[in-house]
């Protein structure tokens, strides 16, 4: 049992005593802080890794450790949303041969496409062209999705296709028009790596193979969250004045409040949102209607909707209904997050909006009229203001920092 599944336990009151005999791992685990940037900062060293250095990491058990993770501020209000498979905990030893693996073009069949080829630190975890680009400049139909916030959801891919972070880390891989491999031929290659090979063996107990390389991947890729955001200093004042609207000036009789409304104040005051900033986050929540799908700490409901993007054309991309056979999913794509939106142009599922501006224009319009629009699609009616506090809300009141990650250091060639 996971430290997660443990702590979601403890917490329904599910563990009693003489009911339940917790593991020696619940008191071994470590409890860290996603964005911790010691998760990411790769194995100490220059050039390329060595035998001698991996070795040395592995032989230190902090890193072999399950992890009890938790989320920065303000995203740390979905925790109850995390998905760790029970058969795949996180330790930083798996957390680095997956930050190896994401990184290293040798996956893929010619060894020029990585995963970060198309969800780079450097462009938001994402690609800044219309569709993603795989071997010999193939392309495909749809834009990257972003691979940060991923340890929220359990379905990836726009249209949900996969089932879990681990399926998804591996389908590229033998797509044609990705990494264009097989899955044996990378786990030979992998295999046929010494630096590789004492990584597998130590960290799973069935060494190389491709669902272990989906495990790997997919647990660096829950390490890659949001920092905390203007926002997430804003909100909790905001609600603080509104619940003690007519007590705030009595405040001083309370210390303990009093001290915490000082704390408050402090914070958004060293974090500040701009005036446009708090009139979007206003509409966001209000007249613009945004959280009907954008809802919760990461700004996405995690769903499938058809805003109708795309469906004006002959033959359009049908999406979740591709996955599901469901007349009701035609044109359905999930639900992207807002947050660090500012970083992931283009937009939409087909990348077929360029700005920001383009995206609010679209709502406000209320998308393209079809038979499978989703039924909280409607015109907003905005004025020129009020859709540029939109934009700006994105840009600067949910903008935040992502952990800083190493994206060398790989393992030198066999």
């Not at 190896?100 to 990585?114: C, E, N």
């Not at 972070?165 to 097989?182: D, R, Y």
């Not at 809802?295 to 795309?310: C, S």
């Not at 990348?351 to 409607?378: A, C, R």
């Amino acid at each position: 049992m996971t430290m997660h599944r443990i702590r979601k336990c403890l917490a329904a009151g599910l563990f009693v005593a003489g009911s339940a005999v917790v593991s020696s791992s619940f008191a071994q685990a470590e409890t860290v802080n996603l964005g911790d940037p010691t998760l990411t900062a790769g194995i100490p060293g220059d050039g390329d890794l060595t035998m001698e250095q991996v070795q040395r990491f592995l032989a230190d058990e902090k890193n072999h450790a399950e992890l009890d993770v938790v989320l920065p501020k303000g995203l740390d209000a979905a925790s109850g949303n995390i998905y760790i498979p029970e058969d795949n905990p996180m330790t930083r030893a798996k957390i680095e041969l997956g930050r190896q693996l994401y990184f290293d073009p040798r996956l893929s069949a010619d060894g020029t496409i990585s995963c970060a080829t198309c969800h780079h630190p450097e462009t938001g975890w994402g690609a800044p062209t219309q569709f993603g680009e795989g071997i010999q400049g193939q392309t495909g139909n749809r834009n990257s999705p972003v691979s940060f916030n991923r340890i929220l959801s359990k379905h990836q891919f726009h249209d949900g296709r996969a089932a879990s972070l681990e399926e998804q880390a591996v389908g590229p891989i033998a797509n044609p028009i990705e990494m264009g491999n097989t899955h044996e031929v990378c786990v030979k290659m992998l295999a046929e790596n010494p630096i590789y090979t004492a990584q597998f063996e130590k960290i799973f107990e069935d060494g190389v193979n491709i669902d272990n390389v989906g495990k790997a991947i997919a647990t660096f890729e829950r390490t890659v969250v949001t920092g905390p955001a203007p926002y997430d200093y804003y909100a909790p004042l905001s609600a603080f004045e509104k619940t003690f609207a007519d007590d705030l000036e009595y405040l001083d009789e309370e210390p303990a409040l009093a001290k915490q409304y000082a704390e408050l104040k402090e914070a958004a005051a060293k974090n500040p949102m701009t005036e446009s900033s708090i009139r979007g986050m206003e509409l966001t929540f209000g007249k613009a209607n945004c959280t009907a799908c954008h809802a919760g700490a990461n700004f996405t409901d995690e769903q499938f909707h058809n805003i109708g993007v795309g469906m004006d054309s002959e033959k359009p991309d049908l999406g979740r209904f591709e996955v599901t056979q469901n007349e009701k999913d035609k044109g359905a794509f999930k639900t992207p997050t807002m947050r660090n939106a500012a970083d992931t142009g283009p937009y939409m599922h087909d990348g077929s909006q360029e700005t920001l501006e383009e995206v609010i224009e679209w709502y406000n319009k209320g998308g393209h009229p079809n038979p499978y629009l989703s039924d909280k699609m409607k015109p907003l009616n905005l004025n020129e203001q009020e859709k540029a506090d939109l934009v700006e809300f994105m840009r600067q009141g949910l903008q935040s920092d992502f952990p800083v990650v190493e994206t060398g250091r790989l393992p030198a060639d066999s």
